[in-house]
């Protein structure tokens, strides 16, 4: 039975404020850290913050309070493991009025599965994946920044690169690396020493490049450099709520205003031009239908992060319209580990992949990795360098190695991601 459940304001990779929440039961105990996105999507969960002089209001010692005044006297007693009630439990507790905050929800809830793990003694992949978990993921790289996560001018937040051709998570970091370092070399020559700067997950910033076709150009540069050529495919998130415009119905981009349909047609059009085979929120987070057109008009994956908020009612709309072929999966988004799983059964069900991601704030906590293979989702994208982001890799790298010939890697219908 849980016999404490305790929260405390730590600091994430921004220096800013998010909660650590500890449960402990006479068998083990599980710790987790919350994740804080930037680019946020409208539908989000309440990320909960005190709004006082504190870290100008970032403080999270109210949603901390409501984990230990609120939420663990309701759990105290309770079995560890029964995951699915301690989440209805929470989810019941949360009032309107007073919200708990998603941010003190996604902390107990992912704290509650850890001591689960720890209570039965299994790995926190094997806990939630059951004794066939074998899938490790293949991962997306953003080795070029633009949007919400760094200076520049790029509009499209993620230029990532896919090592489709590995066959491990070893082999898909290691042949990733070189490509990067070789980027590196190939940004500086041309765009200076300052493009070397990082964004918030870790990739390059070219100073003065504002179009995603030249970020996709410098990286397939460096993948032929590196001699991948049919080794890496091409994949972006857009975040295109970032640049529409609601008044008058269009996207500022390269300049221009494009009408939805002009944004279709360039899509169209970079998606003949180049090895792309995912698309993430490419369209206003609310326009399905669009989502829809451009997933029947094109052969890539198309990803619902901001469209769907890891949320089972949106992705539900999604899957009636048939806007996008996968779901982004975030835990935060809707809350509890319960609601967020639910999501990613519904996806698996309906034909829609699963991608398992990071958030731009988050700490060295590696919850993420292990969920991913737990759920056999096949892929995850968490950023490039930075401590937060390759401590991912190097658990996926222990977990692989633990699992050893058991392992499997990518996604269950690795066809669609081929360029
Ligand atoms: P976020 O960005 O973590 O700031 O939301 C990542 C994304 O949009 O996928
Ligand atoms: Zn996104």
Redesign the pocket.
Same mark, same amino acid.
């Given at each position: 039975p849980i016999e404490s459940v305790d929260a405390r304001e730590i600091l994430d990779n921004r220096l800013e404020p998010t909660l650590r929440v500890t449960v402990e039961t006479p068998a083990g105990s599980g710790r987790a850290d919350v994740p804080c996105?930037? #680019? !946020?999507g409208e539908h989000e969960a309440l990320d909960l913050r005190d709004g006082d002089d504190r870290y100008r209001g970032r403080g999270v010692r109210q949603a901390a309070a409501n984990v230990t005044d609120r939420i663990a006297p309701e759990l105290v007693g309770r079995d560890v493991t029964a995951q699915r009630t301690v989440d209805a439990c929470l989810t019941d507790l949360d009032d309107a009025d007073a919200p708990l905050g998603g941010n003190a929800v996604t902390g107990v809830s992912l704290a509650v599965c850890r001591a689960g793990a720890a209570a039965t003694d299994l790995p926190l992949y094997r806990y939630v994946g059951g004794t066939d978990a074998h899938v490790l993921p293949l991962p997306f790289f953003d080795l070029i920044e633009g949007g919400e $996560?760094a200076g520049g001018d790029l509009p499209f937040?993620e230029h990532q690169v896919v090592p489709v051709g590995a066959d491990s998570v070893a082999e898909a970091v290691r042949m990733t690396a070189e490509v990067y370092y070789e980027l590196g070399d190939i940004v500086r020559a041309e765009y200076g020493e300052a493009s070397l700067n990082v964004g918030a997950e870790g990739g390059y910033t070219p100073v003065g490049v504002d179009d995603p076709r030249t970020a996709f150009d410098l990286e397939l540069r460096a993948i032929e450099e590196c001699g991948y050529d049919d080794e890496f495919a091409l994949a972006a998130?857009v975040?295109a709520s970032h640049f529409y415009d609601s008044e008058t119905g269009t996207y500022a981009l390269l300049g221009e205003r494009l009408t939805r349909a002009d944004l279709l047609d360039f899509y169209e059009d970079l998606a003949a031009t180049y090895p792309l085979v995912s698309l993430?929120d490419p369209l206003d987070q609310d326009d399905f239908d669009g989502v829809a057109e451009l997933t029947d008009r094109l052969d890539v994956q198309v990803v619902g992060?901001d469209l769907f908020v890891t949320t089972p009612d949106r992705l539900r709309r999604g899957i009636d319209r048939g806007a996008a072929n996968a779901l $982004?999966w975030k835990v935060n988004q809707v809350g509890t580990l319960t609601d967020a799983v639910e999501a990613a059964r519904l996806a698996t069900r309906n034909g829609y992949a699963v991608q398992v #991601?990071e !958030? #731009?704030g988050q700490t060295p906590d590696t919850w993420l990795a292990d969920l991913a293979v737990g759920l056999d989702a096949g892929q995850i994208k968490t950023g490039v360098t930075r401590g937060e982001r390759t401590e991912q890799y190097n658990r996926l790298l222990e977990i692989e190695a633990e699992l050893g010939d058991a392992a499997t890697f990518g996604p269950p219908a690795a066809d669609a991601l081929d360029p």
């Open positions: 996105g930037r #680019s !946020r $996560l937040q998130d975040a993430e992060d $982004l #991601s !958030r #731009s």
